[in-house]
């Protein structure tokens, strides 16, 4: 494992990620980071593919870089500054092209690096934290906390899902809570189960006290 290799990465990502405030920010990476680690090591992952991959997920997305999301630009630029070499390079490439929710789209990790990724991401949407960012994305992107006129839209293509305009709490059920059920590995679905829970505790009482019953 490449210690200053990893360090490097945590600086490039801090400065990328410097001024973003809707809940996909260097602090979002880390936990990724964090996550992905711990699942590699139950799963027999290889660590530094992990490792990078976590921590440079975000740095190309479509969302928040579009200009560098079709080349993994930053990305690129990043491992070949720093040596990697082009087999590992191309796996966390391709890593991070797996690793993004798109509804019905979505796909499953070619490899174990893969899963053990995508599986971080997804959990860092779920429980106290997921919910902090689903307001946190929604404020920031002006979408209404709720609107019980507006009803969820299951089971969205992936074009329909990130063009889609809805409400944060919406956002539960066309995504959040179907999230338990798409995790690659054991260890993710426990902790997964676990967070499922609370948010959907969350859900039922924030709707309680929309409609003034608690």
Known sequence: MDSRLIGDAHEFIKHVFANDHSGHDYFHSLRV???ATRIARQENADLETVQLAALLHDVDDIKLSPDTHEHQKRTNDFLRSHG?????ARAICEIISEVS????DSVIPSTVEGQCVQDADRLDALGAIGIARTFAYGGNHGRPMHDPDIAPTPDMAA???HNHLSTSINHFHEKLFLL?????TRTAKTIAMERERYMREYVARFLDEWDGVR
């Open 180 to 184: 338990t059920d798409l995790m690659n």
């Open 101 to 104: 929710f798109a509804g019905t």
């Open 33 to 35: 980071w964090r996550l």
């Open 84 to 88: 990697v070499p082009e087999n590992r």
């Open 159 to 161: 074009e329909e899902y």
